[in-house]
């Protein structure tokens, strides 16, 4: 009885936790009572697909429509959104934007275009 287990409980190696994939102890069951679905060793949540949605999706549906305090390119306005991609307080604000970096595309392009004039 004694060779059982010999080899297999070597400790991780200190600091390296971080580089494994993360999965969780196998032969877990959903804590959920009177279920018995057997859950993923790559599960972090302690409840099965179908229990989960009451107790852990909650927290990220959450974190999506979190909103966030941002100013605005254009004109430096306070604003709060829930996308983490706007840039701007408002559609004017970003229209406006898109406008003068047009003007400046095209002053950048007629530059180029003296320029060459000016070399021909
Ligand atoms: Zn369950
Ligand atoms: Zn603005």
Redesign the pocket.
Known sequence: MEVENKGSLEPLAPGRRSDRVRYYREGRV?V?PG?T?VLSIYNPSS??A??QRRADVIPLRRLESEEMERSCAQCGATFTTTNPRRKYCSSRCRSHAFAEREKLARRAAVAIEERERAAA
Do not use: A, K, L, S
């Open positions: 959903c959920e279920c679905t409840r099965c179908v229990h």
